[in-house]
T-cell receptor, first 112, second 112 residues
Framework: DAGVIQSPRHEVTEMGQEVTLRCKPI?????LFWYRQTMMRGLELLIY????????DSGMPEDRFSAKMPNASFSTLKIQPSEPRDSAVYFC??????????FGSGTRLTVV | SQQGEEDPQALSIQEGENATMNCSYK?????LQWYRQNSGRGLVHLIL?????REKHSGRLRVTLDTSKKSSSLLITASRAADTASYFC????????????FGKGTKLSVIP
């Protein structure tokens, strides 16, 4: 298995633009997580899916953020409109029950 | 929300020495996990210890868990320059949820 695949690896966008981050979890994993990492706040859980259903989105900062998981092999995190304070590394992770997470390599987002 | 807190924030040792990192958490857990993050990369799962276990080994890693003190430690023996990374503990909510809350990590530097 190629692991959790995230795209793009790097994204630079102007304030106000829409950003879409993509994630392909490991086949057979039934949970998917989106995290954001910054120096100031560390790793923050944004949203968690189980069997493609959003279970907890209390970490989503505001209505500008949305996430979908249309099927077991794909998820997106969308920011519209983007702001400079959204600059961070966004990680997707997947797991099978609670046997430990496998993280993707992350998307480094810079909003200018 | 519950969170693991690592101590120390940064640790610098000579190659061959042992490195010990500590983690404290606030509420009941089902398991506690340790992850490593190399600079610019995603987190890698190292070891999981369940709440009914007191000690676990994996290669040069030794993890202990004291649920009465709500604390855990990660010991890396005979450290190598390649062990240079940030190390995070992560805890679940203890309520059947698979989501993890991460601490801010210990930055370990192993000097050759």
């Amino acid at each position: 298995d190629a692991g959790v695949i995230q795209s793009p690896r790097h994204e630079v966008t102007e304030m106000g633009q829409e950003v879409t981050l993509r994630c392909k979890p490991i086949s057979g994993h039934n949970s998917l997580f989106w995290y954001r990492q910054t120096m100031m706040r560390g790793l923050e859980l944004l949203i968690y899916f189980n069997n493609n259903v959003p279970i907890d989105d209390s970490g989503m900062p505001e209505d500008r953020f949305s996430a979908k998981m249309p099927n077991a092999s794909f998820s997106t995190l969308k920011i519209q409109p983007s702001e400079p304070r959204d600059s961070a590394v966004y990680f997707c992770a997947s797991s099978f029950q609670n046997y430990g997470y496998t993280f993707g390599s992350g998307t480094r987002l810079t909003v200018v | 929300s519950q969170q693991g807190e690592e101590d120390p924030q940064a640790l610098s040792i000579q190659e061959g020495e042992n490195a010990t990192m500590n983690c404290s958490y606030k509420t009941s857990i089902n398991n506690l996990q340790w992850y490593r993050q190399n600079s610019g990369r995603g987190l890698v799962h190292l070891i999981l210890i369940r709440s009914n276990e007191r000690e676990k080994h994996s290669g040069r890693l030794r993890v202990t868990l004291d649920t009465s003190k709500k604390s855990s430690s990660l010991l890396i023996t005979a450290s190598r320059a390649a062990d240079t990374a940030s190390y995070f503990c992560a805890t679940d909510s203890g309520a059947g949820s698979y989501q993890l809350t991460f601490g801010k990590g210990t930055k370990l530097s192993v000097i050759p």
